[in-house]
């Protein structure tokens, strides 16, 4: 064990200053670190939007944190038991004495650590309906616009511009992006957006179809077309897509939300359109085969016509009883008008044998009677709605007043509890302006109590004196009096006039003065007036 003196002789450190030396020995001793292990404990962001968690391994954990705004921006998002490579910087926290390592990078671990994330990325995204057959769309079968959403420098838009000008050569808008790299999902996910969001008939054509292509790669360099917001954005496109991403091969998760998916991005322009040639073909035979079925169909009801017309008789077989009838009916006719016109006289005779002045006047009776006695009930049901209504009249009348009556009271009722409520505040004012004239009162009685406390005068009450010069400074020493000095002494009792004694010998100093300052007459010292305050 170390001697007690030495011990003793130990530099003595706060908590603080030891935490703050340990936190400055670890920074400077590892700086930026790269550490691999598997996340432990990660729930998700703070409410902060920091994240907490740990990487452990076998035998070993260390805490790590997540600031946000690098969160923010972190392509590869943390998720509890993937295995990680985090690049950041090693400190400590002294709230709880422990080190951690302020993560500032995260990447997979590995073709493994991807294929995991990928997996249950997949089943996420399946659960909630974006991979179903039912959201799918078919795709034009000749569109007038494509648009392409690619790298412009690849190789991959010549490959598709050339297949399209082989087959059938169409109008081709490209959507510059990034296909690889930070932030490469945010740009494709946007121009699949950016395509959506073109209006029909716009200045900018809307493409009937999209075609999302790139290259082949390892899996890394086809992240981005894994991540979330770019699958979410292929299945809410409301234009026909292509995926075109890789070879063959090559499986991502835009595949499953796309509408079609092609193997290679040449593979994805042969879907788009048909053949041009083919079409010609497929069109010529099409219209030989409509001329063939024409002639035949002319044919075929040449021939119909022809036995139609065997089998018809003749116009004059056919019109033979036809003219017969109408010859015997032009034959009936005089007769038949001339005993029409007979009737028609023997009736207007009966009715006019009907229409005598005794009749005339009998008509007239009775609708005069008619009408007298529909006068009568329109009086008597006149006379039945005016009483009815001024019966009803009264009734408002009545309830009009009774309830003026009862809102007058209410009035009244509602003024004398608010005359009550104003007297009660009027009260409780007084009793409050009273409490507080009463604390006001003691509070300049106990600053006057303090002030005659505090004054000077009072020590003076007691005996002693104060000593002015002539200009009325105070004096504070006897070294201030000059010999012969007309001085101003002030009792608790009044004031007396004096002159200082100057036989007085000098006062010795204690202790000699430097030489520089001997040379110098002392500056005479002059008092300033003070207030009651302070006895000087």
């Not at 005016?386 to 003026?404: C, H, I, N, P, Y």
Request: net charge positive; hydrophobic share 40%; charged share 25%.
């Amino acid at each position: 064990m170390p001697p007690a003196e030495s011990l003793l002789n130990a530099p003595e450190f706060t908590v603080s200053e030891l935490s703050l030396s340990l936190k400055r020995t670890v920074e400077d001793a590892y700086g930026h670190v790269r550490v691999r292990g598997e996340i432990s404990g990660f729930r998700g962001a703070h409410s902060s939007g920091h994240c907490y968690f740990a990487l452990k391994d076998e035998s070993a954990k260390i805490e790590a944190v997540i600031w946000k705004g690098v969160h923010g921006r972190m392509r590869f998002k943390p998720q509890e038991g993937l295995e990680v490579i985090a690049t950041g910087k090693l400190t400590t926290y002294p709230g709880s004495s422990k080190y951690q390592i302020v993560i500032e990078a995260l990447e997979p671990a590995g073709i493994g650590a991807l294929m995991a994330l990928m997996e249950e990325r997949k089943r996420k995204l399946a659960a909630e309906g974006l991979f179903d057959e039912a959201r799918k769309q078919l795709l034009p079968w000749l569109p007038e616009v494509i648009g392409v959403v690619t790298s412009p420098t690849g190789a991959v838009i010549r490959d598709i511009l050339h297949r399209l000008e082989d087959r059938f050569p169409r109008r081709v808008l490209v959507w510059p992006v990034k296909v690889q790299g930070e932030g490469s999902a945010e740009q494709v996910a946007a121009a699949i957006r950016g395509f959506n969001a073109l209006p029909q008939g716009g200045k900018i054509p809307r493409p009937d179809v999209l075609i999302v292509a790139r290259g082949g790669g390892s899996l890394e360099d086809l992240w981005s077309f894994n991540e979330e917001i770019v699958v979410r954005a292929a299945a809410e496109s409301m234009i026909p897509l292509i995926s075109a991403v890789g070879h063959e091969t090559d499986v991502t998760l835009i595949d499953f939300a796309a509408d079609k998916r092609a193997p290679t991005p040449t593979a994805a322009a042969e879907m788009a359109v048909p053949v041009r040639s083919e079409l010609f073909v497929e069109i010529a035979d099409l219209a030989r085969r409509n001329r063939a079925c024409w002639q035949r169909g002319q044919e075929s009801r040449r021939n119909e016509l022809r036995a139609a017309a065997r089998a018809l008789p003749a116009a004059s077989d056919l019109l033979a009883i036809p003219r017969q009838r109408l010859d015997s009916a032009g034959a009936a006719l005089p007769r038949a008008l001339r005993t029409n016109t007979h009737a028609h006289y023997r009736r207007f005779a009966a009715a006019s044998a009907r229409l005598t002045l005794r009749v005339l006047h009998g008509q007239i009776a009775q609708s005069d009677h008619r009408l007298t006695v529909c006068g009568e009930r329109l009086g008597l049901a006149a006379r039945t709605l005016l009483r009815r209504r001024r019966d009803r009249f009264a009734g408002l009348e009545v309830r009009l007043r009774a309830s003026r009556l009862s809102n007058a009271e209410a009035q009244r009722n509602a003024i004398a509890r608010q005359r009550e409520r104003t007297q009660r505040l009027s009260e409780r004012a007084s009793r409050a302006l009273a409490t507080l004239l009463q604390r006001l009162d003691a509070r300049v009685a106990h600053s006057g109590q303090l002030l005659a406390a505090l004054s000077y005068r009072s020590v003076l009450a007691r005996g002693f004196a104060l000593v002015r010069d002539e200009q009325g400074h105070p004096l504070h020493s006897a070294d201030a009096v000059g010999p012969s000095a007309r001085l101003e002494i002030e009792f608790a009792d009044g004031r007396v006039a004096a002159t200082a004694d100057a036989d007085r010998p000098a006062a010795q100093p204690t202790q000699p003065k430097p030489a520089s300052r001997e040379s110098k007459p002392a500056p005479k010292r002059v008092a300033k007036p003070v207030d009651q305050g302070s006895l000087f």
